[in-house]
C-alpha cells in the first residue's frame, strides 16, 4: 500500500519548451500495480494523460499526451517520472500523479500526490 505520495517538477514555461514531472512513493509494502498522472486546468474535468505498469513498463497514453509526453518508472527509487515536450498553452494545468490498478479512470487510482502545476505560455 501507498502511503505517500510526493509528486513535483511543475513550473512556468513557454509554448514548445520541456518539463519533467516526479512522482515518490513510499510506504511499508510499496508494490502498485500502475502508476497515472492526470492534470486539471481550470473549470475542466480532470482528464487522463498517462499510466504506467510499475513492474513491467507497459506505457499507455491519452490523446494529449501521445508524441509529446513519455512516462517512465524508477524502480530502485521508488519513483516515477512524466517528461513532457513541447508543451502548448493548452497543456497549462494542475498535473496529478496517482497509484492503483491502471486505466484511464481516476477512480481506479487509491493514492494520490497534492498535483503540481504547469504554466505554459505563448
Known amino acids: 500500500q501507498v502511503q505517500r505520495v510526493d509528486s513535483g517538477g511543475g513550473g512556468s514555461v513557454q509554448a514548445g519548451g520541456a518539463v519533467r514531472l516526479s512522482c515518490a512513493a513510499s510506504?511499508?509494502?510499496?508494490?502498485?500495480?500502475?502508476m497515472g498522472w492526470f492534470r486539471q486546468a481550470p473549470g475542466k474535468e480532470r482528464e487522463f494523460v498517462a499510466f504506467?505498469?510499475?513492474?513491467?513498463?507497459?506505457?499507455y497514453y491519452g490523446a494529449p499526451a501521445k508524441g509529446r509526453f513519455t512516462i517512465a518508472v524508477d524502480n530502485a527509487k521508488n519513483t516515477g517520472y512524466l517528461q513532457m515536450n513541447n508543451l502548448q498553452p493548452e497543456d497549462t494545468a494542475v498535473y496529478y500523479c496517482?497509484?492503483?490498478?491502471?486505466?484511464?479512470?481516476?477512480?481506479?487510482?487509491?493514492?494520490w500526490g497534492l498535483g503540481t502545476q504547469v504554466t505554459v505560455s505563448s
Open positions: 510506504g511499508r509494502t510499496f508494490s502498485p500495480y500502475a
Open positions: 496517482a497509484f492503483g490498478s491502471g486505466g484511464t479512470s481516476f477512480a481506479s487510482y487509491d493514492s
Open positions: 504506467i505498469v510499475w513492474s513491467g513498463g507497459d506505457a
